[in-house]
T-cell receptor, first 115, second 110 residues
Framework: GAGVSQSPSNKVTEKGKDVELRCDPI?????LYWYRQSLGQGLEFLIYFQGNSAPDKSGLPSDRFSAERTGGSVSTLTIQRTQQEDSAVYLC?????????????FGPGTRLLVL | TQLLEQSPQFLSIQEGENLTVYCNSSSVFSSLQWYRQEPGEGPVLLVTVVTGGEVKKLKRLTFQFGDARKDSSLHITAAQPGDTGLYLCAGEENDYKLSFGAGTTVTVRA
């Protein structure tokens, strides 16, 4: 079956521009997560969606970052006025319910480079 | 966010040798997961350990969770080139939030 897909796979942008990153979770998975992976660092939690509950946005690094999940499926992570320190791999994951000890299935990531 | 430290940062060994990767924290986790990530791909879950002192084996991989549930190790016996990758540990902070270590890059030379 299809796994988690992300688009674009690579994105190069200029400082100050806005970018949108897309995630298509596994069909039927109600939980969706966004992470950021910078060079030499582990995955940094950004945001969590579960069904119709209010998202956990506690990991978003600044108000330039926002995310939506429409219809309980596709999610978009938006970074406004990009900065060079935003350069990283942005990973999306999904899981069945978002509960304890569930397996999170990761997409291949979007590699963002801000010039 | 609870911090997880992984060591070593890099490990390069010859095919057939053994290796151990460590994951340490000052915090207690309800469970700990190990992932492997290959270039251009997302992490893939290898194992979840839950009970202090637990040992899990997956073929040539042995995972151990410390008695106090603050540390873990991954041991690979007779490493093969296919074991090459970034190994990440992640501690479960709550029902859904994982705290990841920075990872150990393992290279197995043929």
């Amino acid at each position: 079956g299809a796994g988690v897909s992300q688009s674009p796979s690579n994105k190069v942008t200029e400082k100050g521009k806005d970018v949108e990153l897309r995630c298509d979770p596994i069909s039927g998975h109600t939980a969706l997560y966004w992470y950021r992976q910078s060079l030499g660092q582990g995955l940094e939690f950004l945001i969590y969606f579960q069904g119709n509950s209010a998202p956990d946005k506690s990991g978003l690094p600044s108000d330039r970052f926002s995310a939506e999940r429409t219809g309980g499926s596709v999610s978009t992570l938006t970074i406004q006025r990009t900065q060079q320190e935003d350069s990283a791999v942005y990973l999306c994951a999904s899981s069945l319910f978002g509960g304890r000890r569930e397996t999170q299935y990761f997409g291949p990531g979007t590699r963002l480079l801000v010039l | 966010t609870q911090l997880l430290e992984q060591s070593p940062q890099f490990l390069s060994i010859q095919e057939g040798e053994n290796l151990t990767v460590y994951c340490n924290s000052s915090s207690v986790f309800s469970s700990l997961q190990w992932y492997r990530q290959e270039p251009g791909e997302g992490p893939v879950l290898l194992v979840t350990v839950v009970t202090g002192g637990e040992v899990k084996k997956l073929k040539r991989l042995t995972f151990q969770f410390g008695d106090a549930r603050k540390d873990s190790s991954l041991h690979i016996t007779a490493a093969q080139p296919g074991d090459t990758g970034l190994y990440l540990c992640a501690g479960e902070e709550n029902d859904y939030k994982l705290s990841f270590g920075a990872g150990t890059t393992v290279t197995v030379r043929a």
